[in-house]
């Protein structure tokens, strides 16, 4: 079945620092690929998404780029801030709506 | 602008009690579904509906069921309560009609349920 590994946490980091949280994927045809965004007591909210191979999703300083050839989708940033500390899922969809997600990688940002 | 609502936020069970977790959407998407968070495992889907009279199972059913009698409600029912059901659970929703179709979730709150 369709499925994600995402590397473990918790990361620790300073302000300014890189951030990179890799992400694989398993699943048949061609998926859609999404990183959501869970701060300290909400919910899940999506950060960026790519529907298709090559495609790269950004928002707010974060970058992923569909690699259908390595199976991957691996979440970056230049430059984090104390504000980007929160929990990170990888997730998939081979249909329109039922997604699989990752465990989730805990990032903490110190000042 | 609500999106998803849960209710309640916390709920300290007994074993073997009942209770049921609310879920109401107002932007009138057709999928709705029911996912439990524990650490170091993610997400996993208990429940999901893909419109009105239409229920599945996910991926941990058991334990579990719901019901969806309209649009906008996908109540989760706790039969009998066990400790193994500890844990955060939550709501989402999406369009599942061609010209909304994003693949994004909506996600309430969440609601932190212990079974003593």
């Known amino acids: 079945g369709d499925s994600v590994t995402q590397m473990e946490g918790p990361v620790t980091l300073s302000e300014e620092a890189f951030l990179t949280i890799n992400c694989t994927y398993t699943?048949?045809?061609?998926?859609?690929l999404f990183w959501y965004v869970q701060y300290p007591g909400e919910g899940l909210q999506l950060l960026l998404k790519a529907t298709k191979a090559d495609d790269k999703g950004s928002n707010k300083g974060f970058e992923a780029t569909y690699r259908k050839e390595t199976t991957s989708f691996h979440l970056e940033k230049g430059s984090v801030q104390v504000s980007d500390s929160a929990v990170y899922f990888c997730a998939l969809s081979a249909n329109d709506y039922k997604l699989s997600f990752g465990a989730g990688t805990t990032v903490t940002v110190r000042a | 602008n609500a999106g998803v609502t849960q209710t309640p936020k916390f709920q300290v069970l007994k074993t073997g009690q009942s209770m049921t977790l609310q879920c109401a959407q107002d932007?009138?998407?057709?999928?709705m579904s029911w996912y439990r968070q524990d650490p170091g495992m993610g997400l996993r889907l208990i429940h999901y509906s893909v419109g009105a009279g239409i229920t599945d199972q996910g991926e941990v059913p058991n334990g579990y069921n719901v019901s969806r009698s309209t649009t906008e409600d996908f109540p989760l029912r706790l039969l009998s309560a066990a400790p193994s059901q500890t844990s955060v659970y939550f709501c989402?929703?999406?369009?599942?009609?061609?010209?909304?179709?994003?693949?994004?979730?909506?996600f309430g709150e969440g609601s932190r349920l212990t079974v003593l």
């Open positions: 989402a929703s999406s369009s599942v009609r061609r010209q909304d179709r994003t693949g994004e979730l909506f």
């Open positions: 932007m009138n998407h057709e999928y």
């Open positions: 699943a048949t045809g061609y998926p859609s």
